[in-house]
T-cell receptor, first 115, second 110 residues
C-alpha cells in the first residue's frame, strides 16, 4: 500500500525566511504528486501538482516543488515566506491511472510564520 | 461557479446514533470521494462514487456507507457512531485531473 511521510510536524519561521518541507512516498509505480494547503478555518486548496514532465513544478503564491524520483521525494519550497503562509500543508499521492484514484495524504506540517 | 458544498457545517451526535452527511460536487464533476480527517492528521480516504456506484473503498468498516444520486450529489452515512468517529469529514469532486475539496462537516460524537 502506498504511504506518504512528512517528517516536519511543526515548523516556525520568521517572515522572509526560506521554507522547505519534506515529503517522501513509498510506491514503486507511476504516481501523481500534490501539495495541498489548509489555511485556518478554510478548506483544503491545491498548491501545486506533478503528473509528468519537468520535475520542478511551480504553484500558486510563489510555492514550488521538486520531484526526485530516485529519492521518492517531492519537497515543497518557497524562497521567502509571509505571515499569510501560516497554515497546515499536506503532501498527497495517487496512482497515475488517468482516472480519479484515491489520494493518500501525509500527516501534515503545521507552518507558523512570525512577524 | 459554486465549488464543492457540504452540509451541515457542524453536527453533534451521541454514541450509537446514526448520521448522514451531504455533498454537492463542483459543477460538471461526476465523481465524488469522501475523506475523514481526524484532529492533527491528514485526510483518510473512505470511498469514492462514480455513476451511482461505489468504485473504490478505503480501510473503513461497513458502518460507513454512501450513496450517489443521479445529479451526482452524494451522502455519507455512518451507523452506530463511536467516539472515534469524531472528525472533519471532507467531500471532494474530481475534474481536470485534480480533486476539489469542500469545507467539510465537523462531526462530534459524545
Amino acid at each position: 500500500a502506498q504511504s506518504v511521510s512528512q517528517h516536519n510536524h511543526h515548523v516556525i519561521l520568521s517572515e522572509a525566511a526560506s521554507l522547505e518541507l519534506g515529503c517522501n512516498y513509498s510506491y514503486g509505480g507511476t504516481v501523481n504528486l500534490f501539495w495541498y494547503v489548509q489555511y485556518p478555518g478554510q478548506h483544503l486548496q491545491l498548491l501545486l501538482k506533478y503528473f509528468s514532465g519537468d520535475p520542478l513544478v511551480k504553484g500558486i503564491k510563489g510555492f514550488e516543488a521538486e520531484f526526485i524520483k530516485s529519492k521518492f521525494s517531492f519537497n515543497l519550497r518557497k524562497p521567502s515566506v509571509q505571515w499569510s503562509d501560516t497554515a497546515e500543508y499536506f503532501c498527497a499521492v495517487n496512482l497515475n491511472t488517468g482516472t480519479a484514484s484515491k489520494l493518500t495524504f501525509g500527516t501534515g506540517t503545521r507552518l507558523q510564520v512570525t512577524l | 461557479d459554486a465549488g464543492v458544498t457540504q452540509s451541515p457545517t457542524h453536527l453533534i451526535k451521541t454514541r450509537g446514533q446514526q448520521v448522514t452527511l451531504r455533498c454537492s460536487p463542483k459543477s460538471g464533476h461526476d465523481t465524488v470521494s469522501w475523506y475523514q480527517q481526524a484532529l492533527g492528521q491528514g485526510p483518510q480516504f473512505i470511498f469514492q462514487y462514480y455513476e451511482e456506484e461505489e468504485r473504490q473503498r478505503g480501510n473503513f468498516p461497513d458502518r460507513f456507507s454512501g450513496h450517489q444520486f443521479p445529479n451526482y450529489s452524494s451522502e455519507l452515512n455512518v451507523n452506530a457512531l463511536l467516539l472515534g468517529d469524531s472528525a472533519l469529514y471532507l467531500c471532494a469532486s474530481y475534474g481536470g485531473g485534480e480533486q476539489y475539496f469542500g469545507p467539510g462537516t465537523r462531526l462530534t460524537v459524545t
